[in-house]
């Protein structure tokens, strides 16, 4: 759908224990990663790249050396070489009866590199 | 059967005078839940408060037939949230979620991207062909509040009409010939 756009790769160290997030009244944790960064034309661009389900609380602590993007990030113009970006992780809490609500912790200061890099045609 | 003949002698018994009073309450009984639905669209900001799940891609978390509470409220969608959006030339409202945002620095204006959970891919093959992106006058509301399989109740009656016709029917039976 976009021709003209850039897209970035990341490669993230998730490292994160909800077992806390998890009461009698939790169904599933849904645990997602976003990038959110400012262009000219975007006041706010958010990039959800990974994301899980985890339906018990014995499953809650995740390690990962090299998470696996599932969403291609992708800039709506081409505005990602050199940006500046924070990364967000945050917990969607889905309950068995009641009230959905989300935690978040967020990463500030990470930036793209100045150079694009060929990993051929793809 | 013994019911059916006191229904039927009290139906009898009744005056004039009797049946205008039954027939208000029950348009009262009616009256109010319109007045609730209607309260509960301008408290929640949400054409639609209630929504009754239709289809599995939001599994694990929502099945069909559990139901959910919408609030629109006034700050800008994000990423995570579990919206109920309309698509262009489709009637039925979809419950996924938001995995992009793209807000316009200049006037108001987001794109959206939406999945479901328990979907491979994004929703771009669901929107209108040449649609990329949801804006806010898609969206419904978003998900606050969840309770399960209450609203198996309102796809039967979509599915077998005939059961809503009959349960409308003892309802007001009920009504016209209850004793206060």
Redesign the interface.
Known sequence: ?CGRCVQAKLHIVLDADLKSAFSWNT??V?L?V?AEYQT?????????LW?A?I?QQKDAKIRKKKLRQK?TFDD?GRNLRDRAFNLTV?W?V???????F?RSQTFVGFNMPANYTNIGRG | MDWIRDTFNTLRAMNPREYITQGMSLGLIVTSALMIWKTLMLVTGSESPVVVVLSGSMEPAFYRGDILFLNLGKEPIRTGEVVVFNVDGRDIPIVHRVIKVHERASQNHIDMLTKGDNNYGHDRVLYMPGQDWLNMEHIMGRACGYVPYVGMVTIIMNDYPFVKYLLIGVLGLLVLTSKD
């Open positions: 759908m169904k599933q849904f997602f976003l000219e034309t975007n006041q706010l661009n958010q990039v959800v994301d389900i339906q969403y709506q945050a969607n889905m309950p068995k009866v009641g009230r959905l989300t």
